[in-house]
Nanobody, 124 residues
Framework: QVQLVESGGGLVQPGGSLRLSCATS????????MGWFRQAPGKEREFVAT????????YYADSVKGRFTISRANAKNTVYLQMNSLTPEDTAVYFC?????????????????WGQGTQVTVAS
């Protein structure tokens, strides 16, 4: 079956960094765009970042641009989210997702498969 498994979440102090990983299987993920979303308690799920099928194009939410970097290693079937300069506003469950198409996608409805999520908590 298609699987996406996030890892790398945890507790980090403000200003710190984390790298999230998304291990994929069961689909030719290299043919599709990938994305990261997050959802904080009491808030709607929001777009974080997306990367095209070859990694040639990416796009970020304004709230994370300049701090987060999405990348992919297709040979490893893995997608990453490097998060730097973290703030408490970044606290959320982070979800990896595989899109239905090849181009970058900003909306949850554009994604066909989702991981289970990994918790990121930014606090002193």
């Amino acid at each position: 079956q298609v699987q996406l498994v996030e890892s790398g979440g945890g507790l980090v102090q403000p200003g710190g960094s984390l790298r999230l990983s998304c291990a994929t299987s069961g689909r030719t993920f290299s043919n599709y765009a990938m994305g990261w979303f997050r959802q904080a308690p009491g808030k709607e799920r929001e777009f974080v970042a997306t990367i095209s099928w070859t990694g040639g194009n990416n796009y970020y939410a304004d709230s994370v641009k300049g701090r987060f970097t999405i990348s992919r290693a297709n040979a490893k079937n893995t997608v990453y989210l490097q998060m730097n300069s973290l703030t408490p506003e970044d606290t959320a469950v982070y979800f990896c997702a595989c899109a239905a198409g090849r181009t970058i996608a900003l909306y949850a409805n554009d994604y066909a498969y989702w991981g289970q999520g990994t918790q990121v908590t930014v606090a002193s």
